[in-house]
């Protein structure tokens, strides 16, 4: 059986914002804001080029609570995220989570998580809840 103790302390992977993670997002959403697709209208706005959807990065969260984990007996209680700059096209993202947390008298676990560019600029960061199921 499981336990809250038997997670690691912290947790880090890289994930890459490619063409495949934004089509898949862009057609899966159907949203086609041209922030996000039309290089003109986002260098209008003061942008170097299309800002990658923000969501995708919530997408990054699934696969940390789903596949990195030591268990899969878990379930999101709550999530929060602070988009703190933006996020381009083939960036990768240095994701690392802490556990905050830990209250066995209702088996939940708090992280705390920053997604970084190559730069070390923080792009995003929250705080995500989960509980044993």
Same mark, same amino acid.
């Given at each position: 059986?499981?336990?809250?103790?038997?997670?690691?302390?912290?947790?880090?992977?890289?994930?890459?914002?490619?063409?495949?993670?934004?089509?898949?997002?862009?057609? &899966? *959403?159907?949203?086609?804001?041209?922030?996000?697709?039309?290089?003109?209208?986002?260098?209008?706005? &003061?942008?170097?080029?299309?800002?990658?959807? &923000?969501?995708?990065?919530?997408?990054?969260?699934?696969?940390? /609570?789903g596949m990195?984990?030591? *268990?899969?007996?878990? /379930?999101?209680?709550?999530?929060?995220?602070?988009?703190?700059?933006?996020?381009?096209?083939?960036d990768e993202?240095?994701? *690392?989570?802490?556990?905050?947390?830990?209250?066995?008298?209702?088996? *939940?676990?708090?992280?705390?998580?920053?997604?970084?560019?190559?730069?070390?600029?923080?792009?995003?960061?929250?705080?995500?809840?989960?509980?044993?199921?």
């Amino acid at each position: 059986m499981f336990h809250l103790k038997d997670f690691d302390r912290e947790y880090s992977h890289v994930f890459v914002v490619n063409e495949t993670v934004y089509e898949s997002f862009q057609k &899966g *959403t159907g949203d086609y804001n041209p922030l996000h697709c039309d290089d003109s209208f986002a260098k209008g706005k &003061g942008f170097p080029q299309c800002v990658m959807y &923000g969501n995708i990065l919530n997408g990054f969260l699934s696969y940390f /609570i789903g596949m990195m984990l030591p *268990t899969q007996d878990v /379930i999101i209680h709550s999530q929060d995220i602070a988009f703190k700059n933006p996020v381009f096209m083939n960036d990768e993202l240095q994701f *690392t989570a802490k556990v905050e947390d830990i209250s066995e008298a209702v088996n *939940t676990v708090v992280f705390k998580y920053f997604f970084r560019n190559a730069a070390n600029k923080v792009v995003a960061k929250g705080h995500i809840q989960i509980g044993l199921i």
